[in-house]
């Protein structure tokens, strides 16, 4: 069973269940539980909550062959570059001025902020395709498969460049359509929740 919107159980649906239901509701596993690509998935949609970029907040997650997250990573500014002192703007005549100089993917941060030696054989959830520049990345680090949930600049260089390269490399790419719409955290969950 997938999860539609919240998954939240009612006090009152409980009520509705009869005794012998109820029974096996709680003799049987929970059947709402997220699956692993919804939850890698999900994980890199909460890193790029991190994000200080007003307009395009996106996160990374690294995976490896025993489903343990390795890494993640949002978009942001190098290691004391202030948030407040570097710009944010897209669209400046001054490209010194604009956060393209500046700012780290999240690919990129994931990849060098890992919490192994290496990522090699890796995969890595990402909520946007990765542009060139992390593809070289990623390539370069040893991940295998990149699954991506917005193709969104497909139209540009960048992705094509990018797609190019994971082709000619055999990094293995492709875009996770999700049976969910939304994942609600609620943190008011635990405690109506019996134990
Ligand atoms: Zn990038």
Redesign the pocket.
């Known amino acids: 069973m997938k999860m539609n919107g919240s998954n939240t159980v009612t006090s009152s649906e409980e009520n509705q269940n009869s005794s012998s239901d109820h029974q096996n509701h709680e003799s049987s596993k929970r059947e709402e539980y997220l699956d692993w690509h919804d939850f890698f998935m999900g994980t890199a949609f909460l890193v790029a909550k991190r994000s200080k970029d007003p307009v395009s907040q996106v996160g990374a997650c690294i995976v490896n062959s025993e489903k343990k997250i390795v890494a993640t990573g949002y978009n942001g500014m190098p290691i004391g570059c202030s948030d407040d002192d570097f710009p944010w703007d897209k669209n400046t005549s001054d490209p010194l001025e604009s956060k393209y100089f500046y700012v780290c ?1 999240a ?2 941060n994931a990849v060098l902020n890992k919490n192994s030696a290496s990522v090699t054989n890796c995969t890595i959830y990402v909520g946007l395709f ?2 060139n ?2 593809a070289k990345i990623i390539i370069q680090s040893g991940i295998r498969e990149v699954i991506y949930m917005s193709d969104k600049h497909a139209h540009k260089k960048e992705t094509i460049a990018a797609k190019r390269m994971f082709d000619a490399s055999g990094v293995k790419y492709w875009q996770y359509i999700p049976e969910i719409q939304k994942l609600v955290i609620d943190f008011n969950e635990i405690n109506l929740s019996e134990q």
Do not use: D, F, L
């Open positions: 993917h690919e990129m990765p542009c520049e992390c």
